[in-house]
């Protein structure tokens, strides 16, 4: 009877930890597709693809977005380390999730902020990076 108590709890443990890591790696924020800031691209691909910009507003008569998002990680990338912390997980018993959890959790992307201005037909005239910042 104890050594079945035992067992589960270290199973219990196991799943546990297990699912913190992998499951962070598998959520990080993903990739965003940069190239709609482009000159000539229509400003609805741009808000479809990034989302809504943090401001709005016109200068010197153009219509121009503030963006701010979180470049993340691509699809392989992202089940690449989830396949990694999961094959550490079972060769270690579920110990590798006292070290991969937080490693995982320092991985959240790059914080990128643009300036687009718009142009006739609400086509992209011209784009500059404003920010780029680890998001740790």
């Not at 589960?8 to 990739?31: G, W, Y």
């Not at 959890?101 to 990076?129: A, H, M």
């Amino acid at each position: 009877m104890y050594f079945i108590k035992n067992i589960s709890i270290l199973v219990s443990l196991f799943l546990f930890l297990n699912a913190c890591a992998t499951d962070q790696a598998l959520n990080q924020p993903t990739k965003k597709d940069l190239t709609v800031l482009e000159f000539g691209t229509d400003r609805d691909l741009v808000l479809l693809e990034l989302g809504a910009p943090v401001d709005s507003f016109e200068e010197d008569g153009k219509k121009v977005d503030l963006f701010s998002i979180t470049q993340g990680y691509s699809k392989g990338v992202r089940m690449a380390r989830a396949t990694g912390h999961l094959t550490a997980e079972i060769m270690t018993l579920g110990l590798w999730g006292i070290i991969g959890t937080p490693l995982e959790q320092s991985y959240n992307g790059t914080i990128l902020g643009y300036k687009v201005w718009y142009g006739e037909n609400n086509k992209v005239e011209k784009t500059e990076k404003l920010i780029e910042v680890d998001a740790d």
